[in-house]
T-cell receptor, first 114, second 112 residues
Framework: AQKVTQAQTEISVVEKEDVTLDCVYE???????LFWYKQPPSGELVFLIR??????QNEISGRYSWNFQKSTSSFNFTITASQVVDSAVYFC???????????FGTGTRLTVIP | ETGVTQSPTHLIKTRGQQVTLRCSSQ?????VSWYQQALGQGPQFIFQ???????GRGNFPPRFSGLQFPNYSSELNVNALELDDSALYLC???????????FGSGTRLTVV
């Protein structure tokens, strides 16, 4: 059975602070994919990153960085120097190899206060 | 390259009625998935369509059904609407075999 846990329901930070969003997953498969999506108030899910289970390299993209650790089944997301435009709900998701769907966590609502 | 478009944006229906939601997939994508997102929750997989056939289904009753057309666009039909069907319905398109999903902005359905 697969499971994605985002324990932080809501986070508020002041602009320019760094913030880390946690994601812990469970799967019996050895091959799987992990995703982060951003959902602004408009509703669409905006793709941020996809990692496969064989690639544990951390990744940095501008102010965004991701820390993938198979040993702790975690795939955490850090925003550096947060901005008001980062305010949104962020979802972590899992897809097992051969599956045709994404399994989402419950999301973390991030509010960046100016 | 056009993205995923969904219509209508908002919809209000009465319990017991039927509803049809529409989705146009991103150019080059041949697979469409539908998700239901209740308020404060993550999206839940309803089903996926590939080559005009259902290709996997989540834990949703048969009154949730769909279609995919030759141009890869899709419809989600829900019969005998219940109050709990009130949610944001998201469509995602992808290229079969690839793990890149592009989502639309969704249709917000309210059942009263």
């Amino acid at each position: 059975a697969q499971k994605v846990t985002q324990a932080q329901t809501e986070i508020s930070v002041v602009e320019k602070e760094d913030v880390t969003l946690d994601c812990v997953y469970e799967t019996r498969d050895t091959t799987y994919y992990l995703f982060w999506y951003k959902q602004p108030p408009s509703g669409e899910l905006v793709f941020l990153i996809r990692r496969n289970s064989f690639d544990e390299q951390n990744e940095i993209s501008g102010r965004y960085s991701w820390n993938f650790q198979k040993s702790t089944s975690s795939f955490n997301f850090t925003i550096t120097a947060s901005q008001v435009v980062d305010s949104a709900v962020y979802f972590c998701a899992l897809s097992e190899a051969g599956a045709n769907n994404l399994f989402f966590g419950t999301g973390t609502r991030l509010t960046v206060i100016p | 390259e056009t993205g995923v478009t969904q219509s209508p944006t908002h919809l209000i229906k009465t319990r017991g009625q039927q509803v049809t939601l529409r989705c146009s997939s991103q150019s080059g994508h041949n697979t469409v998935s539908w998700y239901q997102q209740a308020l404060g929750q993550g999206p839940q997989f309803i089903f996926q369509y590939y080559r005009e056939e259902e290709n996997g289904r989540g834990n949703f009753p048969p009154r949730f059904s769909g279609l995919q057309f030759p141009n890869y666009s899709s419809e989600l039909n829900v019969n005998a609407l219940e109050l709990d069907d009130s949610a944001l319905y998201l469509c995602a398109s992808s290229l079969r075999g690839r793990y890149g999903y592009t989502f639309g902005s969704g249709t917000r359905l309210t059942v009263v």
